[in-house]
T-cell receptor
Framework: EAQVTQNPRYLITVTGKKLTVTCSQN?????MSWYRQDPGLGLRQIYY???????DKGDVPEGYKVSRKEKRNFPLILESPSPNQTSLYFC????????????FGPGTRLTVL | RKEVEQDPGPFNVPEGATVAFNCTYS??????FFWYRQDCRKEPKLLMS???SGNEDGRFTAQLNRASQYISLLIRDSKLSDSATYLC????????????FGKGTSLLVTP
């Protein structure tokens, strides 16, 4: 079954404690990205990757890091989380090409106290 | 600033009604257009792509007007299961065709 998985699905943490949200896809897609969704602000792109070892900033990259060492995985790293990073995070993947459907993971709800 | 604007609603309509959502985008270099559907606290899912010639999928019709930078979605014979948030999405070539989302229009179909 084609799928995008994220872990953890829910996380409550404290300010400054490094965390990683994993994203994995089994569809052999080149393009992967991370979004955050906040009430009143909609979905905003954090980082994206067009292929292995190729990453770039999206609209709201501050406070986040990513890596793409393997095609299937695209972890999101918060080195020093802050309360303003409390949000719903989605990982997404698609094949290359502008018209291709983007598939989203189930989301990770992060609360930073 | 890449802007995609939608009326947030909510649109409350009875079952069987026809409802239309509109979306405007500000960047004339926009390349591709989509409507996504998002159920409460779930991931967005592609509803349909939007083409200049217009396209229809069952009860759903999407249209694009590039000259006016305007996209629409028409839902006929609304079902209770259509209740969701509908996201207008535009891509631009200068960001790897990243999806740029409107904030969504909320639809509630009532019995």
């Amino acid at each position: 079954e084609a799928q995008v998985t994220q872990n953890p699905r829910y996380l409550i943490t404290v300010t400054g404690k490094k965390l990683t949200v994993t994203c994995s896809q089994n569809m052999n897609h080149e393009y992967m990205s991370w979004y955050r969704q906040d009430p009143g602000l909609g979905l905003r792109q954090i980082y994206y990757s067009m292929n292995v070892e190729v990453t770039d900033k999206g609209d709201v990259p501050e406070g986040y890091k990513v890596s793409r060492k393997e095609k299937r995985n695209f972890p999101l790293i918060l080195e020093s989380p802050s309360p303003n990073q409390t949000s719903l995070y989605f990982c997404a993947t698609r094949t290359s090409g502008r018209d291709n459907e983007q598939f989203f993971g189930p989301g990770t709800r992060l609360t930073v106290l | 600033r890449k802007e995609v604007e939608q009326d947030p609603g909510p649109f409350n309509v009875p079952e069987g009604a026809t409802v239309a959502f509109n979306c405007t985008y500000s960047n004339s270099a926009s390349q591709s257009f989509f409507w996504y559907r998002q159920d409460c606290r779930k991931e967005p899912k592609l509803l349909m792509s939007v083409y200049s010639s217009g396209n229809e999928d069952g009860r759903f019709t999407a249209q694009l007007n590039r000259a006016s930078q305007y996209i629409s979605l028409l839902i006929r014979d609304s079902k209770l299961s259509d209740s969701a948030t509908y996201l207008c999405v535009v891509t631009y070539s200068n960001s790897g065709y990243a999806l740029n989302f409107g904030k969504g229009t909320s639809l509630l179909v009532t019995p």
